[in-house]
């Protein structure tokens, strides 16, 4: 085992293989409080990856409804249940990771997902937890009464569980952007990387006898193009970008501005240990202990960071960026007394400029040129 970094856990670690950052790391924010759970996402990855022999259950996108949803069943709450005790102290994880924890002569700690584990992907949707007494009123801003969507893709983390598993090698990261990829001619189906993917993004094609993943839209990110999941979300709660390494924090560059300059958008279980890059902005509505488990300890001031967007130009201008443009946001500007915020691509011509606002067009009731009335309807 070598020894590597993880910031998210804020400490050494062990994994199988060395750490070697890729030069450019595939990332994205989802942000939970606007998701509406369409499932539009699912459908738009469906429909263009999963089509084929073997792939009908398969979802590489999913969107499940926390706290009693989950793709495949109950995926969080079993590999959580392995792990046992995750204590923190601060901001270090203390705990054990799953590569830390895997049993002698394993590599990962996981568990076999079986066929009954992939048959209900809506199980628990719209499902609420908590009560509300009779004549109860929703407080600010937690509710007593609360779920939410959980949209889900492969992490493409940094530290792959399922690329450690894998005792072909049939799966690597890319070095240019940090894709995960599956390596279909090496691939002899073992499913070891099925049993070690803690967030069950893994599945098994029982026609081809291979596995199968998501592969982060890499045809359209080599264009400058966002993934498929993020351009057709109609929630607009999806931004993709690139992620620079811990120690090269550019502010200017949209995904390093949420995760790591304001600290709203963060990693889905990170005590698991495999430096995940799909981070989420927590939902406000939800209460705090359910949050931190899941999040991690950062809940609370990306919470309150989040909350105080309103009056944080750079924050608000870089949250309507999000889902405003199909090509992928390199760097970004906010003008705030336009009250305008830009993104840029590559080459740093701009590609988006967003009001904060949206103008009102109030149009006459009756169009004389057409001979129409028309209705003001938003
Ligand atoms: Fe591999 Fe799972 Fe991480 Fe994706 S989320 S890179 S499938 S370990
Ligand atoms: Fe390896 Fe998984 Fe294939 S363990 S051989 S990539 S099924």
Redesign the pocket.
């Known amino acids: 085992m070598a020894n590597v970094y993880n910031w998210q856990i804020g400490r050494q670690m062990e994994y199988p293989y060395e750490g070697a950052r890729p030069k450019r790391q595939f990332a994205a924010v989802f942000d939970l409080n606007k998701c509406i759970g369409c499932q539009t996402c699912t459908m738009a990855c469906k429909t263009t990856w999963t089509v084929g022999k073997g792939q009908e259950y398969m979802q590489w996108n999913n969107v499940e409804t926390k706290p009693y949803g989950g793709y495949p069943m109950g995926w969080d709450v079993r590999i959580l249940e392995k792990l046992g005790p995750q204590p923190w102290e601060g901001k270090k994880y203390v705990g054990k990771t799953i590569f830390e924890a895997a049993p002698r002569g394993e590599k990962v700690l996981g568990y076999l997902k079986e066929e009954l584990d992939w048959t209900h992907s809506n199980a628990g949707e719209d499902e609420a937890a908590g009560t509300l007494d009779k004549g109860a009123y929703f407080t600010m801003p937690t509710h007593d009464m609360w779920f939410f969507y959980l949209p889900r893709i492969c992490m493409h983390c940094t530290y792959p569980a399922c690329l450690a598993?894998?005792?072909?090698q049939?799966?690597y990261k890319r070095e240019e952007d940090g894709i995960v990829l599956?390596d279909q001619t090496r691939?002899?189906?073992?499913?070891?990387?099925?049993r070690a993917c803690p967030y069950g993004k893994?599945l098994?094609n029982p026609v081809l006898r291979?596995?199968q993943k998501c592969i982060g839209c890499y045809p359209a990110v080599e264009q400058g193009m966002q993934p498929r999941c993020v351009t057709t979300c109609i929630g607009k709660i999806r931004l993709m970008g690139f992620l620079s390494k811990p120690d090269e924090v550019k502010p200017h560059v949209p995904m390093d501005f949420l995760v790591y300059v304001k600290k709203v958008a963060l990693p889905l279980y990170p005590q698991v240990g495999l430096e995940g890059n799909i981070y989420y902005i927590p939902p406000v509505n939800v209460p705090r202990e359910f949050l931190r488990q899941m999040f991690g300890t950062g809940v609370d001031q990306a919470v309150e960071t989040y909350l105080k967007g309103k009056d944080d130009p750079e924050l608000l201008g870089l949250l309507h960026l999000f889902g405003d443009t199909k090509e992928i946001v390199e760097t970004f500007t906010v003008f705030p007394e336009a009250r305008e915020a830009a993104g840029y691509d590559k080459k740093g011509r701009e590609i988006v400029r967003v009001p904060f606002t949206e103008p009102d067009y109030l149009r006459p009731f009756y169009d004389d040129a057409r001979k129409v009335y028309r209705h003001n309807i938003s």
């Open positions: 598993s894998c005792p072909r049939a799966i599956v691939c002899r189906g073992y499913r070891e990387c099925v893994v098994f291979i596995s």
